[in-house]
């Protein structure tokens, strides 16, 4: 009886062992390829999607972003347009990390851009999405203007 719970001890604590190992590989696998560090914001303009994206592990490089509407892939582009409220807000070290898109012919009434930092992983192997802040709300006027739905805080 006694060898009996031994062993049902053994076997409990090497099953914890294995299944702190696996978190740990899991979650280094998972930062590595889906990054936690990119910041960023974007707001709908009369005619454009425009906003900034900054990797806070190299704040002096360019973000590659990505625009999908209603979720459908609109463009790529590079976060590389002036933006010195972002310097001076401390959020990169340089004023270039602004973007923006061109709106495309939509149909009138309320829509839903996204914007994403782009992040090449394993020397080009293998890409992710981070979306860049909220979700931007807006809609589409009669003249093709766009009128942002989203609340500011």
């Known amino acids: 009886m006694i060898r009996a719970s031994k062993l049902v001890n053994l076997l409990i604590g090497k099953s914890i062992l294995e299944t702190v190992l696996v978190s740990t590989i899991s979650v280094g696998f998972y930062i590595r390829a889906f990054p936690p560090y990119f910041h960023g914001w974007g707001e709908a303009t009369s005619h454009s999607i425009a906003g900034w994206a900054v990797n806070n592990a190299t704040p002096w490089d360019r973000v590659?972003?990505?625009?999908?509407?209603?979720?459908?892939?609109?463009?790529?582009?590079?976060?590389?347009?002036?933006?010195?409220?972002?310097?001076?807000?401390?959020?990169?070290?340089?004023?270039?990390?602004?973007?923006?898109?061109?709106?495309?012919?939509?149909?009138?009434?309320?829509?839903?851009?996204r914007v994403y930092a782009l992040h090449e992983s394993d020397d080009g192997v293998r890409y992710t999405l981070q979306l860049l802040g909220d979700p931007i709300r807006f809609a589409v006027s009669a003249d093709g203007s766009l009128v942002n739905l989203t609340k500011q805080k």
């Not at 590659?64 to 976060?79: C, E, K, S, Y």
């Not at 959020?91 to 149909?107: C, E, I, K, V």
Request: hydrophobic content about 45%; charged content about 15%; cysteine-free.
């Open 64 to 113: 590659q972003v990505q625009l999908f509407i209603d979720g459908r892939f609109i463009a790529t582009a590079t976060a590389a347009q002036p933006r010195p409220d972002v310097l001076a807000a401390g959020w990169a070290r340089d004023q270039w990390h602004g973007y923006s898109f061109n709106a495309p012919a939509l149909t009138e009434g309320p829509h839903e851009a």
